[in-house]
């Protein structure tokens, strides 16, 4: 908030943010300026490596020079941490103010079982070989494993049934700046250090990506090019939107990341009910949207399924999922993910029993399947459960 405006003369004016511009468009702002284009550079290394939150802070420019971006209007406007919400796992939940003064949330998940949602053996084996000799030169300090959730919009338009993002109704499109942005306060938080911990970024938390296509891959794109995080540990999960996945198929493979798919039912008739998006892109033109995906070697697409008690989560639920799953055709596997309860939402949370029967089904029915195991439930952080509050 400090940042938010600030005075120039006798007015006040909003300030313009400079996290979430790339190089190209800091070179045409500093040029503009009548300053040496490599100053771009600077600026860069010093918002998305350095992880600097004020100008002040970029000390590799003259004061001279600092003083001129803060005179043209500029801050560096990175979402700030307003508020810490801490699981007894280890997860912790932010709130994340935007320099508008909204709030969206991201999630921190040590050691979480989310790698499944990444493709570990892949993304191990590339970067281990990259980063092996820099590690014996590097401090002694444990390395860290983790998962960070990450928000693409204020609330969410999709409207599915049993998720509490919903009842938020839409307020906005993050930008590039505050998609990425989320993921360096976090990294800033826990001195992340780039290429010995190993973070995996899964864009699961509040909205809908490819409703946001854009600015979710600008954010991609400064995460990978400027940040040095790798896309193969990201995923992506998009309720169905198939003109985003016609996108995201033609993406380049070294920025783009996996792709999960919100299934949450087996046929149409259940889709349609949970998630009313089902009716404009029904399974069938989803499963074609996918199979167009150029998937690198080994590489498999997810498959969530919400499992709603006594809706989504029978012993028939499980066989047709399977048959569906194995018509495709297509390298993947299932996340099962047992409904989180929210409050005004009245579907049934399954039996742990069930929940267990249901993936052996799928496993036997020759389907890969995993269970997500619930994040920070208590602090309202695990799937479904964010709702940019206070609550728990
Ligand atoms: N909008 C995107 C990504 C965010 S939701 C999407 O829908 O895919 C991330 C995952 O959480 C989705 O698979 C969604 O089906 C699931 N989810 C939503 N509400 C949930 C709840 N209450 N309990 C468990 N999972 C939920
Ligand atoms: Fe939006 Fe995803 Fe929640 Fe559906 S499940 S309402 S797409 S955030």
């Given at each position: 908030m400090t940042e938010k405006l600030i005075a120039i003369g006798e007015e006040a004016q909003v300030a313009k943010p400079l996290f979430g511009l790339d190089r190209a468009a800091l070179r045409a702002l500093v040029s503009g300026w009548g300053?040496?284009?490599?100053?771009a550079g600077q600026l860069a290394q010093a918002m998305y490596q350095q992880r600097i939150e004020g100008i002040s802070e970029i000390t590799t420019l003259s004061l001279a020079l600092r003083q001129k971006i803060e005179a043209e209007g500029y801050v560096v406007g990175r979402p700030r941490i307003q508020q810490v919400f801490s699981s007894t796992d280890g997860t912790e939940r932010y709130l994340m103010e935007c320099a508008d003064g909204r709030t969206v949330e991201t999630v921190w998940m040590p050691e979480?079982?989310?790698?499944?949602?990444?493709?570990e053996e892949d993304a191990d084996s590339a970067d281990d070989l990259a980063t092996s000799n820099q590690n014996q030169e590097k401090s002694s300090q444990k390395t860290q494993r983790a998962t960070i959730c990450v928000s693409s919009q204020v609330g969410c338009a999709v409207d599915c049934q049993f998720c509490l993002t919903a009842r938020l109704g839409f307020e906005r499109n993050l930008t590039a700046g505050e998609i990425a942005g989320q993921v360096l306060a976090v990294l800033a938080r826990h001195r992340v250090e780039v290429g010995r911990d190993r973070v995996n970024l899964v864009?699961?938390?509040?909205?809908?990506p490819f409703l946001n296509y854009a600015n979710f891959m600008a954010a991609v794109r400064l995460l990978v090019e400027e940040a040095g995080l790798s896309p193969r540990r990201m995923t992506v999960s998009t309720s169905g939107i198939v003109t985003g996945i016609e996108q995201f198929a033609a993406e380049p493979l070294e920025l783009r990341p996996h792709l999960a798919l919100s299934l949450n039912a087996p046929n149409d008739r259940v889709r349609g009910e949970i998630m009313p998006i089902n009716r404009k892109w029904p399974i069938e033109t989803l499963i074609a949207a996918l199979q167009r995906i150029p998937l690198r070697p080994k590489e498999r697409i997810t498959f969530e399924y919400v499992l709603l008690g006594g809706v989504t989560d029978r012993a028939e639920d499980a066989r047709e999922l399977a048959r569906l799953v194995r018509r495709t055709g297509l390298s993947a596997k299932v996340n099962l993910i047992a409904w989180n309860a929210g409050p005004g939402i009245s579907f049934a949370s399954p039996e742990p029993r069930s929940v267990e029967k249901f993936k052996q089904s799928l496993v036997q029915q020759g389907v890969s399947a995993y269970l997500r195991r619930p994040r920070g439930r208590d602090i309202y952080a695990a799937c479904g459960q964010l709702k940019r509050t206070v609550e728990g």
């Open positions: 300053v040496s284009g490599w100053r979480g079982d989310e790698a499944s949602d990444a493709d864009f699961m938390g509040m909205g809908e």
